[in-house]
């Protein structure tokens, strides 16, 4: 169990940026191994993540010290460690400074680089966009999105990879920013998508041609287009039921509106987090129904049965619960988020050993998804793991894709109300087989993704 070393201070002052190095010595007792000299164990761990975690906890056990990306890091596996670290409960873990160095040049001042009270201030006014009134309203423009996009696709071969991806850029047009589809929407995409590509470039100067000089470029078209949107949408033109109309107009703790700044960089962001975990999560989802084809026939029954042959209604979303069970099983083998950083800014004590404040951490989400002692015969698809009984005889961290305590994803019920439209869409139209027949092999980092884009058949009923 974690407890805390010693009575807390308050936040410790040392460590108030990422960019302050903590003196590799001071985590010199924690077992663990740096690798080569210079690049470390990046490249090692870059070519098969899982397995190296696997690698490294045999070795060292679940708390070990790693040297990679140019620094230091302590990693807590777990479901023990997921509840600390996620929970939180003495505020010791920093999200802003475990995220910054990947993020904070493209997203800032999003909701998971911010901290404690300002998160929490911040939070809450966003929440506005997740409430029931507009949740029915993105209900509407998904169900009519997906109903023209997954019929025009038609029965025959297609990389659904790719088409979910864009499918839900186009569905975000509307949902997020209350666009109709066109060549605006069209430009704010591909900002969009150069931002997130260049978030995960290795090279982080933004010099002439690479993908971080489109990323910088598009943040700056993005920030200036929402800018122009938020004075308009204040003054009441193109205001609507959007989660972009529902930020600009959200008010902080004090009552007055969100500063014009913040709302873009909540928006960016916020359309950084659903984008990629969607299109990864809605990719595993389909691939494991299409290798699992009695359980594609059994979602898909469920599906008619509720909807029977209209489109699936905001009060029917809870009725598909197999579609959730088999959602859930999908995001344990293949979460799209498969790993959380943190810095602690204040020295605690987890698995024996003590951490000194300035460590960067990590916690490790898909080896807990994958560890025997929580999940028997962990690589089997299996929805029923996910049943009430199940899910309560289960440590509560030991399944966390949606992440847990103060930043748990804000989106999870818009992301499973786009995965189950999506289904009863889909499934009510067509049988899906893997075009290839053949296991489909898994980007696993930053985001996975399958490799190849996915190539399946869809057949008609
Ligand atoms: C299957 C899809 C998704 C997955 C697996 C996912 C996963 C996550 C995880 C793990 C976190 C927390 C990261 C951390 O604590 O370090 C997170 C945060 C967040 N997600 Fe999601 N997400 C998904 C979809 C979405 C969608 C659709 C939206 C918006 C509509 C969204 C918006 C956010 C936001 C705003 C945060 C930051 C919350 C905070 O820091 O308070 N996510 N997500």
Sequence with gaps: MATLASPAPPIAPRFTHWNQ?????????????GGPPVIGNTFRMLAD???????????????????????????????????????????????????????ERLFPRGLMLLDFDKHRAD????????????????????????????????????????????????????????LPWGPESAKINRAFVDTVAASVTPIRRALPFTAMKRGVDG????????????????SGEGVGQDMFSQFATAAGDSGALLPVGEVVDHMIFLMMAAHDTITSSASSLVYYLARHPEWQDTLRAEAMAVTRGHDLAYEDLAKLELTEMAFKEALRLIPPVPSMPRRALRDFEFGGYRIPAGAG????????????????????????????????????????????????????????MQVKVLMAQLLSRYRIELADGAEVAWQPWPIPKPRGGLRIELSPL
């Design 361 to 416: 951490l990590g916690i490790n989400i898909h080896w807990t998804h994958h560890a025997e002692e929580y999940w028997p015969e962990p690589m089997r698809f299996d929805p029923m793991r996910f049943t009430r009984e199940a899910e309560k005889a289960r440590h509560k961290y030991a399944w966390v894709p949606f992440g847990g305590g103060a930043h748990m994803c804000l989106g999870l019920h818009f992301a499973y």
């Design 219 to 234: 943040r700056a078209f993005l920030a200036g287009y929402f800018t122009r949107e938020i004075a308009k949408r204040r």
């Design 123 to 178: 939070r809450r006014a966003l929440s506005i966009a997740f409430k029931p009134a507009p949740m029915r309203h993105y209900m509407d423009a998904l169900n009519r999105g997906i109903a023209a996009r997954v019929s025009a696709w038609g029965v025959g071969p297609m990389r659904f990879y790719p088409a979910i991806k864009e499918l839900s850029l186009d569905l975000a047009a509307e949902s997020f920013l209350g």
């Design 21 to 33: 190095r903590l003196d590799p010595a001071a985590l010199a007792h924690i077992p663990g191994d």
């Design 49 to 103: 993540p899982h397995a190296f975690a696997a690698g490294m906890i045999a070795r060292y056990g679940k708390v070990y010290r790693n040297r990679a990306f140019g620094g230091w890091s302590v990693m807590l596996c777990g479901a023990e460690a997921n509840e600390l670290v996620l929970l939180d409960r003495d505020r010791i873990f920093s999200s802003e400074q475990g995220w910054g160095p990947m993020l």
